[in-house]
């Protein structure tokens, strides 16, 4: 197939999904598949289908934004949130405003609050999560998980925080209640600002080096005085320095003051 590059400009006008932005050959390689899947044959054909078939359109967008997710997930490096991190930034603060960064399906602010829970009532608990897919924020609402998403999560998380219903888990509204859910280009719209915690957790690996680049001087101007950005396991940055920012800990990075 031909004209992906016109594809992508035309996709870009349409949803405001800058696909330049992400590796092409790798990005390449998951729309191809899907417009194999769906038994079209040029990129013109797919694109057109997309702007008359939202099912198809919403089917597109989900399977761009790699929704793949769970509680606790790298749970040494939650260990380091709880023992570490968030007792260094509660020295500067009594209260912390926190962003879940392309926050999927809701495990990750979800075990954001149940982690804080050791650090605060829950009526003092909010984490802003956003996402650009509407389908992952919508089943992060309904916050309904299934046994293996939650095997990483502490025992105790579980039995307090969670129904069971039939062989699927679903999390209770005292949690649920706690997590402000918006939808957000990470390429596109205005970054909150004054975070203390920002998590953005195996997003950055699927970008350019050169929106790599400009994603992590914007998480820096998000952050406030001593916040923390904290990134995936497989996501370490390189000279964390040229963006005025300092490791704290493994994948833990502090802002510069």
Not at 54 to 63: D, G, R, S, V, W
Not at 82 to 93: A, G
Not at 123 to 150: P, V
Not at 233 to 251: C, G
Request: hydrophobic share 35%; net charge positive.
């Amino acid at each position: 197939m031909r004209d992906y590059d016109g594809f992508i400009g035309k996709v870009y006008k349409k949803t405001g999904i800058d696909l330049s932005s992400y590796k092409e050959r790798q990005m390449k390689r998951r729309i191809d598949s899907l417009i194999s899947r769906n038994q079209f044959n040029t990129y013109e054909d797919y694109f057109q289908a997309l702007c008359s078939n939202t099912k198809l359109l919403n089917e597109f967008i989900n399977y761009l934004t790699i929704n793949v997710s769970e509680f606790y997930r790298n749970q040494q490096q939650w260990d380091v949130l709880e023992k570490d991190v968030i007792p260094s930034l509660l020295q500067h603060k009594s209260k912390l405003k926190i962003w879940s960064a392309a926050c999927s399906t809701g495990e990750e602010p979800y075990s954001l609050v149940m982690l804080l829970t050791k650090f605060f009532k829950l009526n003092e608990i909010n984490i802003l999560a956003t996402d650009l897919d509407d389908g992952a924020m919508n089943k992060a609402k309904t916050g309904i998980y299934s046994s293996k998403s939650i095997e990483n999560l502490p025992s105790e998380f579980i039995s307090k925080y969670f129904d069971k219903i039939n062989d699927s888990y679903m999390i209770k509204d005292c949690i649920k209640n706690r997590v402000t859910f918006k939808k957000h280009n990470l390429l596109e719209n205005p970054y909150p600002e004054k975070c203390d915690l920002i998590v953005c957790r195996n997003v950055m690996i699927y970008f350019t080096e050169e929106t790599k680049n400009k994603m992590y001087h914007r998480f820096h101007d998000s952050l406030d005085s001593n916040g923390v950005l904290f990134v995936g396991s497989t996501e370490q940055i390189i000279l964390p320095n040229r963006y005025r920012l300092t490791p704290l800990k493994t994948f833990f990075y502090q802002k510069v003051k």
